[in-house]
């Protein structure tokens, strides 16, 4: 079963042949997790870096941000037996799109924040496609753990 998420959104899922998959990410930055022995996998479409700027969307979509959407997707990933010892975390987005003359930079805060939270619980990212100016959608296969990149104009493995 294929689960779309959205922005701000967090899926975890231990369920053979799932699939989870994001869609156009730009500025924004998709975490990926997947426990190789279990083959729980995980993911997360983290909008902005900080929740102090809303407070309000915190509380009520905690995944739109770096800072409170990441503990809820290692609290799920752990609860459904995901293992850090064995698990590999990959990013892709945080790119600058319609932002050319960087004045905002969201793409590149969002991957320092996410690197920031990561390195702080002791975890490290073993894989990333980030920055550019390309919009990038992003899956993982539950079975195989791939994650698979692509825009409109090519698809590519990470």
């Given amino acids: 079963m294929r689960h779309d998420i959205g922005i701000g959104h967090i899926k975890t899922t231990a369920t053979a042949g ?59 990933f752990k609860k459904l037996g995901g293992d850090r010892k064995s698990t590999v975390i990959k990013i892709a987005g945080g790119s600058s799109i319609m932002d050319e003359n960087k004045t905002f930079d969201i793409g590149k805060r969002n991957a320092i924040a996410v690197k ?8 490290g990212v073993m894989k990333e496609d980030i920055g550019g100016s390309i919009s990038r959608t992003v899956s993982i296969d ?15 493995e990470l």
Wanted: overall charge positive.
């Fill in 142 to 156: 539950t079975d195989t753990g791939k994650v698979l990149l692509s825009n409109a104009k090519d698809k590519w």
């Fill in 116 to 123: 920031r939270f990561l390195w702080k619980q002791g975890l």
């Fill in 18 to 76: 799932d699939e989870i998959k994001t869609y156009a990410l730009g500025s924004c930055i998709a975490v990926i997790l997947y426990d190789k022995k279990t083959k729980i996998a995980g993911m997360i479409h983290i909008a902005l870096p900080d929740s102090a700027v809303n407070k309000e969307k915190a509380q009520s979509l905690p995944g739109y941000f770096a800072d409170t959407g990441l503990p809820i997707l290692l609290k799920d």
